[in-house]
């Protein structure tokens, strides 16, 4: 479903409908304003790790978010919360994130973790790289707990990437719009992959390493950022 830039819209809209719970209460505050500058819009940084890409048939296992505004990321804002499951973890998804049946017996309830999120989220704009994962997950949640899902306006510093290839004309394989892969691109330091908090993190700085290299930032409105689809 492609985001029109008219986010605003979407949330007025989807307000009138919906019922009082956490969904109806994320969206009661208004998204920030797109014509605003990208520096002074309060953004919150996020990534899943899951056992998988398909949201209805997949699981999460840990959600790891982070604040940023005016170029600064929060770190007093940071949560990693992982996911409760009863069910066995499969071995490739031991072996990648190095969470085990045992870690995931001490997590919190999904219930509990999305609730927290929508708290989180209110006013903000989501930011994640491959954004389509989180947005898609966090999507399937909110409908298996509540029967419906909200707008959720993102930034998805993959696409960003993307588009500056493409603005370039310059041929770049998948491999290049990986996140590590950016980052050394933008000369920001290795971090160890695949724990949703420092993937957060990592985001974050990509953000504001690209933000930085187009110049002139301050300028620059939000909407030139939010992801269409």
């Avoid at 809209?13 to 009661?28: A, H, S």
């Avoid at 997950?137 to 707008?151: D, E, I, M, R, S």
């Avoid at 960003?160 to 990986?178: G, K, T, V």
């Amino acid at each position: 479903s492609f985001l029109t830039p008219n986010v605003e819209q979407q949330r007025l809209n989807q307000l009138k409908k919906l019922p009082d719970g956490p969904v109806r209460d994320y969206l009661e505050t208004p998204f920030p304003d797109l014509k605003g500058s990208i520096y002074s819009t309060p953004i919150v940084s996020l990534d899943f790790e899951t056992t998988g890409l398909d949201p209805k048939r997949d699981h999460l296992l840990s959600a790891g978010y982070v604040e940023m505004i005016d170029e600064e990321i929060k770190l007093s804002t940071a949560v990693h919360r992982l996911v409760q499951t009863k069910q066995d973890l499969p071995e490739e998804s031991v072996v990648i994130h190095g969470i085990t049946d045992d870690i995931m017996a001490e997590g919190s309830k999904v219930k509990t973790i999305v609730e927290e999120m929508l708290q989180a989220f209110k006013g903000k704009i989501i930011l994640a790289h491959h954004a389509a994962i989180e947005r898609n997950f966090l999507t399937q949640a909110c409908k298996n707990l509540y029967g419906h899902a909200p707008v959720l306006p993102m930034i998805d510093t993959l696409e960003l990437a993307r588009q500056w290839f493409d603005r370039r004309q310059m041929h770049f394989s998948p491999h290049e719009l990986r996140l590590y892969a950016l980052r050394e691109r933008h000369h920001l330091p290795r971090y160890q992959a695949h724990n949703a908090l420092v993937d957060a993190l990592a985001t974050a700085e990509l953000l504001l390493a690209i933000i930085e290299y187009m110049g002139n930032a301050h300028k620059i409105p939000l909407k030139r950022f939010i992801n269409k689809r």
